[in-house]
């Protein structure tokens, strides 16, 4: 099993069947603004979601969201995520990624 990583910067990827896929999103836990997954699709599903927080810790640093997904079969999919606070309608950012799984 392998890994995959992905970043802000990237917008669609290939993996293999059996490989987890990470993508990495700065995110500042102190604002409330999370990453949250709005659509998900194509045999993908979230294996895990963290916070890792700065590597020098200070007042109103940001951190950055893991999330660790598993594809379950070949094909396409598509992973769709919102930076949002949880009570809030407002939507500070927006993140699509296509995947192909072969």
Do not use: C, F
């Amino acid at each position: 099993m392998g890994e995959v990583q992905v970043s802000a910067q990237d917008g669609e990827v290939r993996v293999g069947l059996g490989d987890d896929l990470v993508v990495r999103l700065a995110e500042n836990a102190t604002t409330g603004y999370r990453w949250h997954v709005e659509g998900i699709e194509g045999g993908l599903e979230v294996a895990a979601s963290d916070y890792a927080p700065p590597g020098e810790l200070a007042p109103g640093a940001g951190g950055t969201r893991v999330l660790r997904l598993r594809p379950t079969k070949a094909g396409q999919g598509r992973l769709e995520l919102a930076l949002r606070q949880p009570w809030g309608e407002d939507v500070a950012g927006r993140y699509a990624l296509r995947v192909t799984v072969e």
